[in-house]
């Protein structure tokens, strides 16, 4: 189940508010949020959620042994089995066929694969309950001693599937005390409905354009074509996956959770550096606080680090050596940036900075797409000129024309320009005592839902990229 579907939309969200909000008290209301986060999870693939049972019980035990022995080896041992424990699960699901592959052609073994499928979200909830179970060690958070609400932790449905990655020294205390507002409750409404813009209206539409391009014959692919084609990718995966955090965050907002943001405008970013600070924050923010630092840092070994970390970024996303290229791509970035580029960057035309950041991003989502690398370097090389295809063709021609408006909105949703108007007619409208605001925003959402379900009733492409990491 997604959350820009039919049957989230109409059947099983509502159907969540309304058992959710008859109940008395929190302790009801987990428990609601509980069922109805398991049935989510259960509804794709009921196989997959034993497997999430299990990582809750390994590291709900673990972590009363950490707590339990807490200054001792012991604590430390706990860590670590929690630790390898979840790592093996994880290496299981996602990464075993592609070591065997390895293997296999390495050493011209016939080792056999796996038919396991992969369950969805275990990149995000496995990072999550690590986080868990390390923050109980550092002695940063008391370990949760009723299994069922670290178990809801695990597995709220609104960031299981695809973040953001939420960590419980967050919403420990939210647990048990959370407060909902009909402002929170409002808020949250209209981030849900942004964030289906987002996804529906903006990444869906980019995205069927995309693959028209990047899955054709490279032989005779256009290379206005290719350049408008990766243009749409890198609209596609920005939209989809911050639309699916949006709607995340304001689901939370709804329920009384607060999550904290996950993209900040990633595309207006002028340096690589700037970008990850902008881009899937809570995974930059794991790989920094759980394994950046402890190896050093800054401070020591720091290219080995920076090496370490984006290799296990790229990793992170997909069990296939194209994304272990697109990791270090930014490492090797991030290392120039620090070493030679930086003053460079500080130094010319604000645009020109944007440029060059956008190249290269949009150059890290060729490698990001193409799961077969030659094919990759092929499409850049028609990006680039290299080869014998034709500058232009019919199909772009249709395409670009037929998209122009789209692809102007598209990038003005990407920048700040949207939010900035808006909070400057509140201003205005709070400085003359005026208060249509709360009309128009409900307008608003009204007809962006409208709009969503008919584009969600007349259309079958409806992926969200990131379910598959």
Request: proline share 3%; glycine share 6%; charged share 10%.
């Amino acid at each position: 189940m997604v959350f820009s579907s039919l049957v989230f939309l109409y059947l099983f969200f509502p159907i969540n508010l309304f058992f959710y909000f008859i109940s008395k008290n929190n302790t009801y209301r987990n428990i609601v949020l509980l069922s109805f986060s398991l049935f989510f999870y259960a509804w794709g693939e009921p196989f997959f959620i034993l497997a999430l049972l299990f990582s809750g019980i390994v590291n709900y035990s673990f972590a009363l042994l950490i707590e339990k022995y807490k200054g001792t080896y012991k604590s430390k041992i706990a860590l670590y089995s929690a630790i390898i424990i979840d790592l093996s699960m994880i290496g299981i699901f996602k990464y075993y066929n592609f070591f065997v592959n390895n293997v296999n052609f390495v050493f011209s073994t016939n080792i056999g694969l796996s038919s396991i499928g992969l369950p969805i979200g275990i990149s995000f909830y496995t990072f999550q309950i690590i986080s868990y179970v390390i923050d109980v060690y550092r002695q940063d958070v008391p370990a949760q001693k009723k299994f069922y609400k670290l178990l809801l932790y695990m597995s709220l449905y609104h960031q299981l599937i695809a973040g953001p990655i939420v960590r419980y020294i967050d919403v420990a205390n939210e647990i048990d005390n959370r407060v909902i507002t009909p402002s929170n409750f409002s808020y949250g409404i209209n981030r849900f409905i942004i964030g289906l813009l987002k996804k529906v209206i903006i990444a869906n539409t980019a995205g069927q354009v995309a693959t028209m391009f990047l899955d054709s014959n490279l032989n005779e692919l256009s290379i206005l074509g290719a350049w408008l084609g990766i243009i749409m990718y890198t609209i596609q995966i920005y939209f989809d996956f911050c639309g699916y955090s949006d709607m995340a965050i304001g689901l939370g907002r709804m329920f009384g959770f607060t999550y904290k943001e996950n993209f900040n405008y990633p595309y207006i970013a002028k340096s690589v550096q700037d970008f990850w600070r902008r881009w899937h924050i809570s995974l930059s923010s794991f790989f920094k606080d759980y394994v950046y630092i402890p190896l050093g840092g800054n401070r020591k070994k720091f290219v080995r680090n920076v090496i370490i970390v984006w290799m296990l970024t790229g990793f992170w996303h997909g069990a296939s050596w194209n994304f272990i290229i697109w990791g270090l791509y930014y490492g090797v970035f991030l290392l120039l940036e620090r070493k030679l580029l930086y003053r460079v960057l500080n130094k010319i035309p604000t645009v020109l900075s944007h440029v060059y950041l956008m190249l290269i991003v949009i150059i890290g989502w060729v490698f990001f797409y193409y799961i077969d690398i030659t094919k990759g370097l092929k499409f850049i090389g028609i990006l680039f000129g290299y080869g014998n295809n034709p500058l232009y063709d019919i199909k772009f021609e249709v395409e670009f024309f037929n998209n122009v408006i789209f692809l102007i909105f598209a990038a003005l949703c990407s920048t700040p320009v949207f939010s900035s108007i808006y909070k400057k007619i509140n201003n205005l409208i709070v400085i003359n005592h005026y208060q249509p605001s709360k009309l128009t925003v409900v307008a608003f959402n009204a007809v962006i839902l409208l709009v969503s379900t008919i584009l969600l009733i007349g259309q079958t492409y409806n992926p969200f990229l990131y379910f598959r990491f």
